[in-house]
């Protein structure tokens, strides 16, 4: 979804740029078309640095109602923790955590939850200035939307995009990183939730390797910045994911699944205390 969104706005720009070009000047020499062509492939790098980089919260929490596995109350990280966030490690870490959150109170239409998530993530986004993505304009759209999953799912994953986008552009990508890999983990804590009710269903083993997937990715985005000491800092907590999908093959036995529930139980009571 991400990289479709990423080639399609890549290619729209492309394409408005050679139509200008063509325009402007008909005689375009060979250097100038180098030299564009050096200048769309820094565009087309841009965009994709600013584009949240994994498969949202909203798109993996969608997968549990797909699979119509209920709400389970009480599962979620207490807004109330919001106020216990004070370093950038743990705000940053636990603002993905409760957009992870604030998409599971939308995608099951628990409106109370849906107004304490938004509130707690205004509370550590305003450090970052980022709690006008997070205003009572986006409420407004989740509120007039909750009977369509599929327009709520584009709505949250718009807010995830803005919120990575101008955390990178404003010099914060090792904060960024920290974001959404407590999204991700969130996001996994909740799946693995469900694991007992929703283990024989079609789809849930699919969602859970997918999972896997997108954790490597998220390795492979966090390699570069591993000397940072925030970033270092959640690589290492992951440790318990780590060497349990190590272990994994293309599919999973039950002892495979009760081995990840408590990997993931174990790193996100670490993120959120």
């Known amino acids: 979804m991400k990289k479709t969104f990423t080639k399609l706005l890549v290619a729209v720009l492309i394409?408005?740029?050679a139509g200008a070009s063509a325009c402007k000047n008909r005689g375009e020499s060979r250097k100038q078309k180098e030299i564009n062509a050096v200048e769309l492939e820094a565009l087309e790098q841009k965009i994709e640095e600013n584009v949240y980089p994994l498969p949202t919260s909203a798109e993996v929490i969608k997968k549990l109602t797909d699979m119509d596995l209920g709400y389970i109350l009480g599962a979620t990280n207490p807004p109330a923790n919001a106020r216990n966030y004070v370093e950038s490690y743990n705000r940053s870490v636990n603002l993905g955590v409760y957009g992870a959150d604030l998409s599971y109170a939308t995608l099951y239409n628990m409106q109370q939850d849906v107004i304490d998530y938004l509130t707690a993530i205004r509370t550590l986004a305003l450090e970052q200035n980022l709690s006008k993505i997070y205003d009572e304009s986006l409420y407004d759209r989740i509120k007039a939307n909750f009977d369509n999953r599929d327009t709520l799912v584009t709505i949250l994953t718009d807010a995830f995009d803005r919120t990575y986008s101008y955390m990178v552009e404003a010099g914060q990508a090792n904060l960024a990183l920290l974001m959404v890999g407590?999204?991700?983990?969130?996001?996994m804590y909740l799946t693995m939730s469900v694991s007992e009710s929703g283990a024989h269903l079609s789809g849930f083993e699919s969602a859970l390797l997918d999972q896997?997937?997108?954790?490597?990715e998220f390795?492979?985005?966090a390699a570069p910045h591993n000397s940072d000491p925030l970033v270092s800092r959640i690589l290492t907590s992951m440790q318990p994911i780590r060497d349990v999908y190590t272990k994994l093959g293309t599919s999973l036995t039950m002892e495979d699944i009760e081995n990840l529930k408590k990997a993931v139980n174990s790193v996100r009571s670490d993120l959120i205390k």
């Open 219 to 221: 390795e492979g985005l």
């Open 182 to 187: 407590g999204a991700w983990v969130e996001g």
């Open 212 to 216: 896997k997937k997108s954790f490597e």
């Open 15 to 17: 394409l408005t740029v």
